[in-house]
């Protein structure tokens, strides 16, 4: 079954504690994204990479960081969260061919709560 | 000004009713567009892209202005599996996906 997966799905931490949210597709999509979603702000794009060792930053990167060694996975890394990081965040691909017909594909959301 | 904007409702419609969404985009170089669904606390799921002639999907109808910039969605027959939030999504950019997200307009359809 096609999927985008993450984990965990839900993790509650303290502030400065570094910590990594995983996302792994099986699709063998190029593109890969994290966003994340806060109320009355939508969903914005943290960063993305277009296919491994290629990453860009997305509308709001500021205390995030990622990595894509494989094209598999796309692993973002809080390395000091604070609590403006509580938010539901969501890893995407899709092929990466910008038509109007690719499709993005979500994983199931990550809660992350920041004390 | 938002990239994209949409009413954030709730419209709330008995079953069998007729909704529709709109939405508006504030960059002229827009490539593509679509709708997506989201149900409560779960990922967006594409619901259907948007072309420029129009295009229908069972109860489902997306409409394209570009001179306006404006899209909408059409919901027929509702049902009450149709209750959602549903987002208007541009891409921006050509050679690769650069999506921007309206914040969702939410639908509440009651038997």
């Known amino acids: 079954e096609a999927q985008v997966t993450q984990n965990p799905r839900y993790l509650i931490t303290v502030t400065g504690k570094k910590l990594t949210v995983t996302c792994s597709q099986n699709?063998?999509?190029?593109?890969m994204s994290w966003y994340r979603q806060d109320p009355g702000l939508g969903l914005r794009q943290i960063y993305y990479?277009?296919?491994?060792?290629?990453?860009d930053k997305g509308d709001v990167p500021e205390g995030y960081k990622v990595s894509r060694k494989e094209k598999r996975n796309f692993p973002l890394i809080l390395e000091s969260p604070s609590p403006n990081q509580t938010s539901l965040y969501f890893c995407?691909?899709?092929?990466?061919?910008?038509?109007?017909?690719?499709?993005?594909?979500f994983g199931p959301g990550t809660r992350l709560t920041v004390l | 000004r938002k990239e994209v904007e949409q009413d954030p409702g709730p419209f709330n419609v008995p079953e069998g009713a007729t909704v529709a969404f709109n939405c508006t985009y504030s960059n002229s170089a827009s490539q593509s567009f679509f709708w997506y669904r989201q149900d409560c606390r779960k990922e967006p799921k594409l619901l259907m892209s948007v072309y420029s002639s129009g295009n229908e999907d069972g109860r489902f109808t997306a409409q394209l202005n570009r001179a306006s910039q404006y899209i909408s969605l059409l919901i027929r027959d509702s049902k009450l599996s149709d209750s959602a939030t549903y987002l208007c999504v541009v891409n921006k950019n050509t050679g690769f996906q650069k999506l921007v997200f309206g914040t969702g307009t939410r639908l509440l359809v009651s038997p």
């Open positions: 995407a691909s899709n092929s990466g061919q910008g038509s109007s017909t690719d499709t993005q594909y």
């Open positions: 699709m063998n999509h190029e593109y």
């Open positions: 990479s277009m296919n491994v060792e290629v990453t």
